[in-house]
Structures are given as structure tokens and as C-alpha cells.
């Protein structure tokens, strides 16, 4: 069965430090895959997606992500963490020809002064 | 251009009870999703409508239904509430039931089964 896992449950960084949020994947074929953020008590927000070509994607709010096919990856980076990233980060990736998504649970990010 | 709308936003029932909630995509979007989001998880899956029609649904129990209207807004129902049923509904929709094709939530609708 498709799966996605988020190996860290919550991370702590600096303000200004850099960050590697991990997620990998269990699926058959090349997946389309997202990274989503929720802020506490609100919905979620698209940060970037893949669907083919380049597998380096760039975002919104300076995060990127790669897409590396033999370690069925998807990672999400940015190289200077901002306070008002304190969030929860969701990797996701649609399975099927519907549109629904298969989520991680979840890696919380707090960013210290 | 307004996003995805849910209502109510919070909202307390006890069990036994039922409960409806409700969305309106964003305009020109054809597909609505359903997700449960207990605290402490990602959204699981539990229905997507295409055009009208149940294109997917999630392993969840016969006590949620969902249905979607000619204007494309869509309503979750929910029977005979458990304490479990405790939880963020969110709902997203997406132009096209299908294909490459992203999915924009709303900010949810919190239910608290007491």
C-alpha cells in the first residue's frame, strides 16, 4: 500500500540556521508529490509540488525541495529558517487517477531566537 | 478571488448526535475533497466529488456521507457521532477530478464530540 513517511516528529532550529525537513515515499510509480504547511489552528497551505521534469522545485516563503527517485525522497529545504516558519509541515503524495493524497503525519518545526 | 470557505468553523456536539458540515470551493472548481485530521496526524482521505458523482472515498464508516450540489459546494455528514469523530474536517477542492492537478483546503470546520 502507498505510504508516506515523515521520519522526524518535531525539529527545533535556530532563527537563520538552515533546514532539511525529510519524507519519503512508498509507491509504485512516479508520483506527484507536495509539501504542505499548516499553522496552528488553520488549514493547509501549498508550499510546492512535483510533477515531472526538474527535480529540484522551488516554492513559496524560499523552500525547495528534491526529488530523488531511487531514495523514493522528497525533501524540503530552505537554507535560512525565518520565526514565522513555526509550523507543521506535511508531505503528501496523490495516488490514483482521483485527486486524493496520501499524507505524513507531520513534522513540527519550532525555530528558536 | 475567495478561497475555499467551510462552515461552521468550531463547533460541539455529543454523541449520538449528527452533524453537517459545509464548503464552497473556489469558483471554477469542479472537485471537492473531504479530510480528517485528528490532532497529532496528517489529513486522512475521506471522499472526493467530481461534477456530482462519489469519484473516491476513503476507509471510513457508512455513518459519513457526503454529497455536492449543482453549484459545486459540498456537504459532510456525519451519524451517530463517537468521541473519535473529534476532529478537523477539512476541505479542499481542485479544478479537475483528476491528473496533475493541486488541491487547495480550507481552513476546516473543528468538531469536539463530548
Known amino acids: 500500500a502507498q505510504s508516506v513517511t515523515q521520519p522526524d516528529i518535531h525539529i527545533t532550529v535556530s532563527e537563520g540556521a538552515s533546514l532539511e525537513l525529510r519524507c519519503n515515499y512508498s509507491y509504485g510509480a512516479t508520483p506527484y508529490l507536495f509539501w504542505y504547511v499548516q499553522s496552528p489552528g488553520q488549514g493547509l497551505q501549498l508550499l510546492l509540488k512535483?510533477?515531472?521534469?526538474?527535480?529540484l522545485v522551488q516554492g513559496i516563503k524560499g523552500f525547495e525541495a528534491e526529488f530523488k527517485r531511487s531514495q523514493s525522497s522528497f525533501n524540503l529545504r530552505k537554507p535560512s529558517v525565518h520565526w514565522s516558519d513555526a509550523a507543521e509541515y506535511f508531505c503528501a503524495v496523490k495516488v490514483g487517477s482521483q485527486g486524493n493524497l496520501i499524507f505524513g503525519k507531520g513534522t513540527k518545526l519550532s525555530v528558536k531566537p | 478571488d475567495a478561497g475555499v470557505t467551510q462552515s461552521p468553523t468550531h463547533l460541539i456536539k455529543t454523541r449520538g448526535q449528527h452533524v453537517t458540515l459545509r464548503c464552497s470551493p473556489i469558483?471554477?472548481?469542479?472537485?471537492v475533497s473531504w479530510y480528517q485530521q485528528v490532532l497529532g496526524q496528517g489529513p486522512q482521505f475521506i471522499f472526493q466529488y467530481y461534477e456530482k458523482e462519489e469519484r473516491g472515498r476513503g476507509n471510513f464508516p457508512d455513518r459519513f456521507s457526503a454529497r455536492q450540489f449543482p453549484n459545486y459546494s459540498s456537504e459532510l455528514n456525519v451519524n451517530a457521532l463517537l468521541l473519535g469523530d473529534s476532529a478537523l474536517y477539512l476541505c479542499?477542492?481542485?479544478?479537475?477530478?483528476?491528473?496533475?492537478?493541486?488541491?487547495?483546503f480550507g481552513a476546516g470546520s473543528r468538531l469536539t464530540v463530548l
Open positions: 479542499a477542492s481542485s479544478p479537475r477530478g483528476s491528473g496533475a492537478n493541486v488541491l487547495t
Open positions: 469558483s471554477g472548481h469542479k472537485s
Open positions: 512535483y510533477f515531472s521534469g526538474d527535480t
